[in-house]
T-cell receptor
């Protein structure tokens, strides 16, 4: 149980285009989802927290107009990187909290490798 | 504010040897502590967690960790490592319902 999927697992896009990453909780309802960014050989940095049906809360320094987060249902959150640039290339990981279980635990997706050329 | 310090960025060890990965945290309130493992190009997998109760926590793959409140530590141990344990290990802390704060990670390198 408690499986989180991400799609795509990797994506290459051209500079200036937008790319959408999906995060799905497969066997539970995720009341809260989180989006992280990880640079090579570094730790995870929280970008934003989203609750189903409400606007995401962004961490300081994260551009909300560039990284659009939508949590339209209890099983799906999307991260759209708009007007991508090479510096946006990174490993993006989502996680989710099960609304019906221990709320202290987050279940992580397998990550999406974004490369902007 | 909570923070996590993983003192070693890399720990080399021979197969079948014991290993300890160190983690210290700082927080002004009670915390919940986690260890995650990340294999290359993959997401995070939970190894173990401390929420309350016994300070010795056993996790998957033969790992265990001990919560020491006086030393604000949550070190991860395994008595005998395998080549397959080679991965990045992250310690994380959460204050109640708040978000997770991760350490910088420790790369465990197991060689034959």
């Amino acid at each position: 149980g408690a499986v989180v999927s991400q799609h795509p697992s990797w994506v290459i896009c051209k500079s200036g285009t937008s790319v959408k990453i999906e995060c799905r909780s497969l066997d539970f309802q995720a009341t809260t989802m989180f989006w992280y960014r990880q640079f090579p050989k570094q730790s995870l940095m929280l970008m934003a927290t989203s609750n189903e049906g409400s606007k995401a809360t962004y961490e300081q320094g994260v551009e909300k107009d560039k990284f659009l987060i939508n949590h339209a249902s209890l099983t799906l959150s999307t991260l759209t990187v708009t007007s991508a640039h090479p510096e946006d290339s990174s490993f993006y990981i989502c996680s989710a909290r099960d609304g019906g279980q221990e709320i202290y635990e987050q279940y992580f997706g397998p990550g999406t490798r974004l490369t902007v050329t | 504010a909570q923070s996590v310090t993983q003192l070693d960025s890399q720990v080399p060890v021979f197969e079948e040897a014991p290993v300890e990965l160190r983690c210290n945290y700082s927080s002004s309130v009670s915390v919940y502590l986690f260890w995650y493992v990340q294999y290359p190009n993959q997401g995070l997998q939970l190894l173990l967690k401390y929420l309350s109760g016994s300070t010795l926590v056993k996790g998957i793959n033969g790992f265990e960790a001990e919560f020491n409140k006086s030393q604000t530590s949550f070190h991860l141990r395994k008595p005998s490592v395998h080549i397959s344990d080679t991965a990045e290990y992250f310690c994380a802390v959460s204050e109640g319902y708040s978000t997770l704060t991760f350490g910088k990670g420790t790369m465990l390198l197991v060689s034959p």
